[in-house]
């Protein structure tokens, strides 16, 4: 593929119609006339060698391609739009505009609160857009990375990509503060018969891994995508859940659970800041990982830290 002889004002075009799927309506929302887009869609498909849009009745459908890219070119928008935006210098007292960070709700609990805090307090004109990362962020994390400022996780499930690390913090267990089963301690034995409440996703496989590496098959009966739901669905019942001591340092006045340590040596848990390479330089970017580095040390240096 020759890019020089691409118009890259073709992605904004191929954008807007496969989303809207009407060349009227597509031209709109980028300033262009309806026989200027339909010049662009003519474009397209030969260039692709596909209809893109095929009319179905009174109206357009995507065919199987133009599926395909429907994803792909929102993603090649997205940095394209990044790529330009960038920055010699960045004055985030007087700058205004977007960072969008991937990260779970743990992340944004424990750390992007105090984030946004000083971000608000130093750079007014500064946005935060937290979102929650999917499944595909493991299969995929170059085409997140590169359309996104920064992605939250913990090292151990991902690697191949620039990162700062933030903080520490440690895994502990949650149970219901009148558990029948379980005083001031758990043993192996328990975390083998007792029923668990599991965050479904990937952040924690370095933990789990630990369990499968100690002989301990969790008999999960009830997981969900939110690892501040752990401690009310152990309330008043028989389960267990694994949690990050942070996290629970900060729910456990709101719910009857209370903590106990594993019955093991839980393998640590660092917390870093990752991003595309191609943000490495940018002074905008420069700024964002520098303020949540010095973010990060503050939670560590913070009394009553991941340690207590």
Request: hydrophobic fraction near 45%.
């Amino acid at each position: 593929m020759n890019l020089t002889r691409l118009d890259l004002n073709l992605v904004v075009a191929l954008r807007a119609l496969l989303e809207e799927r009407n060349v009227t309506r597509a031209g709109q929302r980028v300033g262009l006339s309806q026989p200027a887009m339909s010049a662009a869609l003519a474009r397209l498909r030969r260039h692709f060698d596909d209809d893109l849009l095929a009319r179905v009745g009174g109206h357009y459908e995507l065919t199987a391609l133009g599926q395909v890219l429907l994803d792909r070119t929102a993603t090649a928008y997205d940095v394209l739009e990044r790529l330009f935006s960038s920055q010699a210098d960045f004055d985030p007292a007087v700058e205004s505009r977007e960072f969008r960070l991937v990260a779970s709700d743990y992340a944004v609990a424990v750390f992007g609160t105090e984030l946004a805090r000083v971000v608000h307090e130093e750079a007014p004109g500064i946005r935060l857009r937290f979102a929650q990362a999917q499944p595909a962020v493991v299969d995929d994390t170059a085409t997140l990375l590169s359309a996104t400022d920064g992605l939250l996780m913990p090292h151990g499930v991902i690697s191949g990509f620039p990162a700062t690390d933030l903080y520490d913090d440690r895994w502990v267990f949650l149970v219901a503060e009148d558990h029948p089963d379980v005083g001031d301690r758990l043993t192996r034995q328990d975390l083998a018969r007792l029923p668990w409440v599991t965050y479904q996703r990937t952040y924690d496989a370095p933990a789990v891994r630990q369990l499968g590496m100690l002989g301990i098959e969790p008999r999960v009966e009830v997981s969900v995508d939110s690892f501040q739901l752990l401690p009310l669905l152990v309330t008043g019942t028989r389960r267990i859940a694994l949690i990050q001591a942070r996290l629970a340092r900060l729910l456990t006045p709101i719910a009857a659970v209370r903590v106990v340590e594993p019955p093991y040596e839980a393998v640590p848990l660092r917390e870093a800041l990752w991003w595309h390479p191609v943000h490495t330089h940018d002074a905008a970017h420069i700024w964002l990982r520098e303020t949540a580095m010095r973010v990060g040390s503050h939670l560590t240096d913070r009394p009553g830290s991941a340690r207590s």
